[in-house]
């Protein structure tokens, strides 16, 4: 089994900056992608950022440009710096890890945006 546990979420005023962690711990060599989704009040979960242990990225286009996901593998834990944080980012972000056969989630951090 893996575990994820997240920190790092919060209030924030609009154009502001927050960085999340998710911190992996038991069989870990089983975990390919880390990365990180979103849900917000009344829509579906939404992929934000995700990083291969290759080190390849990829954004959702909303977050482009203002999101960071940098991953440390000696600590398996991955990282999304958030910046110019925009009401619209308001949501429960869920760190994910995917293994071959299955794939891994945490208890999820809020995170809101004030405008």
């Known amino acids: 089994q893996v575990q994820l546990v997240e920190s790092g979420g919060g209030l924030v005023q609009a154009g502001g900056s927050l960085r999340l962690s998710c911190a992996a711990s038991?069989?870990?060599?089983?975990?390919?992608?880390m990365g990180w989704y979103r849900q917000a009040p009344g829509k579906q979960r939404e992929l934000v950022a995700a990083?291969?242990?290759?080190?390849?990225?990829n954004y959702a286009d909303s977050v482009k440009g203002r999101f960071t996901i940098s991953r440390d593998n000696a600590k398996n834990t991955v990282y999304l710096q958030m910046s110019s944080l925009k009401p619209e980012d308001t949501a429960v972000y869920t760190c994910?890890?995917?293994?071959?056969?299955?794939?891994?989630w945490g208890q999820g951090t809020q995170v809101t945006v004030s405008s």
């Open positions: 990083t291969s242990d290759g080190g390849s990225t």
């Open positions: 994910n890890a995917k293994g071959v056969i299955r794939a891994y």
């Open positions: 038991g069989k870990t060599f089983r975990i390919n992608t």
